[in-house]
């Protein structure tokens, strides 16, 4: 069995996450994806809740969704680091399983900044996944926060059951004009 996980701020999740599970699914390049929202960014970005956020995703990947799954192993990770997540929940697995991590093109130009990114690179196949587009906008978290705060209709990018979330939990109010949480 081929795993592939999907490790992230999810800061919140839009509909470009959606497209890049579905993506690595039908390309037939892994069997099941396990979504695993961080909760301390290692780079010490800013985040709202872990809470939030694994709800949101939960939301947007339902327990039946197809062969998709919400998981809190960041939540035992304090570090936020990849490679220590890896090395903690890795051996629990039978060696049948193949793990691989799905890491978007702008967290391939940063990987300097990870830490053991080599070794990472060893312990799974790395799926890279370019940043999807609606016309010339770019799909981002960092593009739905900045439109919340200004004010801006971020429907286009996120599916209805996490605007609803955001709404219904007053979570708008949070993001500031450059993208980030208060």
Wanted: aromatic residues 12%; positive net charge.
């Amino acid at each position: 069995m081929r795993i592939a996980l999907f490790g992230g701020s999810f800061n919140p999740p839009h509909i470009g996450h959606v497209l890049a599970c579905h993506y690595v699914l039908h390309r037939g390049l892994a069997e099941k994806i396990f979504i695993l929202p961080v909760h301390n960014h290692p780079l010490g970005k800013r985040l709202l809740g872990t809470g939030h956020r694994e709800n949101m995703c939960r939301r947007l990947f339902p327990f039946n969704e197809y062969r998709i799954h919400v998981y809190d192993w960041e939540r035992k990770n304090p570090s936020g680091r990849t490679l220590n997540l890896l090395r903690e929940f890795l051996p629990y697995w039978p060696s049948s399983v193949k793990f691989k991590w799905i890491i978007g093109s702008d967290c391939m130009k940063e990987r300097h900044k990870w830490e053991g990114f080599d070794e990472i690179e060893k312990m799974v196949e790395l799926i890279p996944i370019d940043r999807f587009k609606m016309g010339n906008k770019d799909i981002s978290s960092t593009s739905i926060r900045r439109g919340f705060a200004r004010g801006e209709d971020v429907s286009w990018q996120m599916p209805k059951v996490v605007l609803e979330y955001i709404y219904n939990h007053n979570i708008k109010n949070l993001f500031t004009k450059d993208g980030r949480i208060v």
